[in-house]
T-cell receptor
Framework: TQLLEQSPQFLSIQEGENLTVYCNSSSVFSSLQWYRQEPGEGPVLLVTVVTGGEVKKLKRLTFQFGDARKDSSLHITAAQPGDTGLYLCAGASGSGYSTLTFGKGTMLLVSP | GAVVSQHPSRVICKSGTSVKIECRSLDFQATTMFWYRQFPKKSLMLMATSNEGSKATYEQGVEKDKFLINHASLTLSTLTVTSAHPEDSSFYIC????????????FGSGTRLTVV
C-alpha cells in the first residue's frame, strides 16, 4: 500500500507570511498532483509534476518534485486570505487512469 | 475542457431510504470514474473505481451492496447509497479520467448527504 505523509496537517498564519507544505512517501510515483479544496466543493487541480527534480511556479505558489519522485513540496510566498483552504497532494503510480493516493491534507488558514 | 458535473449538490434523506448520486463528464468520455468519501476537514477516502461497462472495484472495507456503483456509459456513473443510515452522512465526491491521460483527473463538486 502506498502512503503519502503530508505535513503539517493544520497551519494558521498571518497575511504576508510564507509557508511550505510537504508531501513524503517511501514509494515512487509516476506523477504527483496538488489540489486545493474549499468547503463544500470538490478539489481543484493546481499542478501536476512528473519529472524528478521538476519545479513549477504558479504565481505565488512554487511546487517541487523530489529527484527520486517520492516527495514533493508546495511553497506559498506572501500568503493571502484567498489562499485559505485544504491543500491535498496526490500521487499516481501508473498510467492516466491509475488510482490516486491522497495525503491527509493541510488545512491552511490565512488571517488578514 | 474536462468538466465533471455531480448532482445533487446536497440531499437530505430519511433513514432507511436510498439515495442516488450522479457523476457526469460533460465534455469528454471518461473511461474510469472514482468515488470518494470525505469527512469534515479530512482527506479523500477512495471508495471504489469504476470502469465503463464493468463492475466496480471496491476498496477494502467498503460494502459493495450498500454503495452500488453503475458506470453504464462513458459519460455517466452513479453511486446509490442503499438503506441509508445517519453514519452514511458525509461528503461524496466523484472524479473522472480518460485512458491515456497523464494528469487528467477532474473532480466533481461533491454531494453533501445528510441522513436523518
Amino acid at each position: 500500500t502506498q502512503l503519502l505523509e503530508q505535513s503539517p496537517q493544520f497551519l494558521s498564519i498571518q497575511e504576508g507570511e510564507n509557508l511550505t507544505v510537504y508531501c513524503n512517501s517511501s514509494s515512487v510515483f509516476s506523477s504527483l498532483q496538488w489540489y486545493r479544496q474549499e468547503p463544500g466543493e470538490g478539489p481543484v487541480l493546481l499542478v501536476t509534476v512528473v519529472t524528478g527534480g521538476e519545479v513549477k511556479k504558479l504565481k505565488r505558489l512554487t511546487f517541487q518534485f523530489g529527484d527520486a519522485r517520492k516527495d514533493s513540496s508546495l511553497h506559498i510566498t506572501a500568503a493571502q486570505p484567498g489562499d485559505t483552504g485544504l491543500y491535498l497532494c496526490a500521487g499516481a503510480s501508473g498510467s492516466g487512469y491509475s488510482t490516486l493516493t491522497f495525503g491527509k491534507g493541510t488545512m491552511l488558514l490565512v488571517s488578514p | 475542457g474536462a468538466v465533471v458535473s455531480q448532482h445533487p449538490s446536497r440531499v437530505i434523506c430519511k433513514s432507511g431510504t436510498s439515495v442516488k448520486i450522479e457523476c457526469r463528464s460533460l465534455d469528454f468520455q471518461a473511461t474510469t470514474m472514482f468515488w470518494y468519501r470525505q469527512f469534515p476537514k479530512k482527506s479523500l477516502m477512495l471508495m471504489a473505481t469504476s470502469n465503463e461497462g464493468s463492475k466496480a472495484t471496491y476498496e477494502q472495507g467498503v460494502e459493495k451492496d450498500k454503495f452500488l456503483i453503475n458506470h453504464a456509459s462513458l459519460t455517466l456513473s452513479t453511486l446509490t447509497v442503499t438503506s441509508a443510515h445517519p453514519e452514511d452522512s458525509s461528503f461524496y465526491i466523484c472524479s473522472a479520467t480518460r485512458q491515456g491521460w497523464s494528469n487528467g483527473y477532474t473532480f466533481g463538486s461533491g454531494t453533501r448527504l445528510t441522513v436523518v
